[in-house]
């Protein structure tokens, strides 16, 4: 049976416990892993250090994020449980203003939970989304079992990938080969983070719509490219660190 929380407004963690709800609920349309809300469980312990605000670093990171994707030839936006209890709707909408492809990647796949996160998207407009059932028959290198199942139309062949919320190995594997890897991870210390070329270091619920944002209003920009290139990631992910440890 479902169960209703009402959270009052006013309570100083609101934002954090309404998100808790679209998770929990997103696990009970089976979306989201048992082991995705744990993940968040880590995610939140760095959001509470980091002052639950967008810094001006991951403003930064975004703009070059949606520069780079803006300049890319075959863009990916990957999706997993989380993401999709999250922020489907801003996910559909990034695509379609960076003409990227929706691929749904899953470190715990399961047939049902990959048909969940397809219909939720397409509930909220996406109207071709890859990696489905046998469509996901390409391999990344070296990773094991279904970790490494891929859309041979979409993250094997893209030239950038966004992949928001992911695990370290797979992160590093793409890397390795030759993708530009763009990411959400709320930890500046994951191997994610540190293998990613654009790391955005903020709560994906904050994230996403100034990310839209970013992207429709760069469209028509001519300084994608120096956008894009005047951003040092490992500098960012150090200002960020500093944040963390200093408040400031
Ligand atoms: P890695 O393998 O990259 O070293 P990990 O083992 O912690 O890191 P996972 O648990 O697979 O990685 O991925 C979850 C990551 O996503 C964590 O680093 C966590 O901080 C981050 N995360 C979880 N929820 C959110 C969120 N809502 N917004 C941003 N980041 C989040």
């Known amino acids: 049976m479902h169960r209703h929380i009402t959270i009052p407004p006013d309570h100083p963690r609101a934002g954090s416990l309404q998100t808790r709800e679209l998770l929990v609920d997103g696990f009970r349309r089976g979306l989201v892993a048992a082991e995705g809300l744990i993940a968040h469980g880590r995610g939140e312990a760095y959001d509470y250090l980091i002052g639950e605000k967008t810094t001006q670093q991951a403003q930064r990171a975004i703009k070059a994020a949606a520069a780079l994707l803006l ?9 997993n449980g989380n993401v999709a209890a999250l922020c489907p709707k801003e996910m559909v909408e990034l695509a379609k203003a960076t003409r990227a492809a929706i691929e749904v990647n899953l470190f715990y796949r399961t047939g049902q939970r990959e048909l969940a996160i397809k219909e ?23 990773l094991q079992s279904e970790r490494r199942r891929v859309d041979p139309e979409g993250i094997f062949v893209a030239d950038t990938v966004f992949v928001p919320l992911e695990d370290g190995d ?19 210390l994951s191997r994610t983070a540190k293998a990613a070329h654009i790391t955005i270091v903020d709560n994906i619920v904050r994230t996403m719509p100034y990310f839209v944002k970013s992207a429709l209003s760069l469209r028509e920009s001519k ?6 290139q005047g951003f040092d990631n490992s500098r960012n992910l150090h200002e960020s660190l500093r944040i963390i440890k200093e408040g400031v």
Do not use: C, F, W
């Open 71 to 79: 300049l890319s030839r075959r863009p990916v936006i990957s999706v």
């Open 223 to 228: 300084s994608l490219k120096k956008i894009y």
């Open 120 to 142: 939720e998207l397409q509930r909220h407009g996406a109207k071709h989304v890859l990696g489905i059932g046998m469509k996901a028959s390409a391999r990344i290198p070296e």
């Open 170 to 188: 797979r992160t590093e594997a793409l890397a390795r080969m030759g993708k530009k890897i763009i990411t959400v991870d709320l930890n500046p």
